[in-house]
């Protein structure tokens, strides 16, 4: 487990911390998991939108599936 240092806006850090008081009642560590889930929940988010973002691209380029091996749809079926 590493340590940094961040410096925060009053107001942000009176959030945070009011926040951690909610969720882990002011218990020792409570800062760094809420900082730990904040984090881990926007990567999480990011990485969706990532995948999404490449899915779009390939859906618009499209899918080459090589040469038909019918003429007509009526060759596809035994009718």
């Known amino acids: 487990m590493g340590n940094v240092t961040v410096s925060l806006e009053a107001r942000t850090e009176a959030r945070l ?13 409570s800062l760094a998991r809420v900082i730990t889930e904040s984090l ?3 990567s999480g988010e990011n990485t ?12 618009e380029t499209g899918f080459d599936f090589g040469k038909k091996l ?8 035994d009718r």
């Open 17 to 29: 911390r009011q926040i951690a008081n909610e969720k882990y009642g002011g218990k020792k560590g």
């Open 40 to 42: 881990e929940a926007f």
């Open 48 to 59: 969706r939108l990532r995948a999404k973002e490449r899915l779009l691209k390939r859906m």
């Open 70 to 77: 019918y003429k007509t749809r009526y060759e596809l079926y």
